[in-house]
């Protein structure tokens, strides 16, 4: 809590020790960059500190859930919720690669609804990098479920974060993502060669032009899959969309998946605890 103001912050530690002085450098400079963040739909940096064994950064406090909590805890999210959140993304890349950054592991677990302001927040910046127009990244970073197939390629841009709009759009009416495969090979082999499916009971009550929105944002021909601009300028945003609420099951399968999502951040919050002790 901040003393003068009494808001509420969080404080990220690092210990120095695990880091390399690159990595270090481009921390400072990425966080550098966070402070001038003015998206409704980012999280901000307020204040860096170094000590003589860690760096401390404070970011503005989200008061809410993870994404997939907020969809358990609606009664009634709907394709047009959906819809609404997915806008919500594309203005925040649309801000972020216009500024030449790209997220490259847009996923869930990095996304927080602001129950204050009622708005969707990402807050996971990890493998965020500075981009040069024109020019294509070659290091093959994110999670399984989330990379684009030029990834794999390692050759890719921005539009990745694109893809992952289109990967978080369909677990959100389905529960679970498009492409799966029982290891990361069998995953990326699906990513690579199967076409996105709609055929599941869960998706009859989705309108054909949201399947077809979906269908654009995870075209895998990065060259023919719209920008973040592109696609929040798309006539599907203007279409009247249903409220009737996702099946049960699609937010049963959502809840199996957010409680291994959240064993995943604790094993990692207790890990950095700990590397932050020694």
Known sequence: THYTSKEKRVIRNINKKDMSMKELRGLVLFTRIQFKFDHPNLVKALDLFKEKKNVCIVYEHVQGCNLFDHIQNTPNFSESEA????????SALIYLHKNHLVLRDLKPEVIRFDKITKKIKIFGFRLCKVFIPGENMTT?????????????????????????????????????????????????????????????????????????????????NPKDRPTAFQA?????????????????????????LNITSDLVVKLLELWVFHKSKH
């Open 232 to 256: 929040l300028a798309h006539s599907y945003f203007k279409v009247k969309l249903s409220e009737t609420p996702i099946p049960k099951e699609a937010k049963k399968r959502l809840t199996e």
């Open 83 to 90: 819809a609404k959140i997915i806008s919500q993304l594309l």
């Open 140 to 220: 093959c970073h994110g999670t399984p479920f989330y990379m684009a197939p030029e990834t794999l390629k390692e050759s890719y841009n921005e539009k990745v974060d694109v893809w992952a709009c289109g990967i978080i759009f369909f677990m959100m009416l389905s529960g679970q993502p498009p492409f799966v495969g029982k290891s990361d090979e069998e995953i990326f082999t699906n990513i690579l060669n199967q076409d996105v499916d709609f055929d599941h009971p869960f998706f009859e009550c989705i309108s054909s032009e949201t399947k077809e929105f979906i269908k654009i944002l995870l075209n895998k």
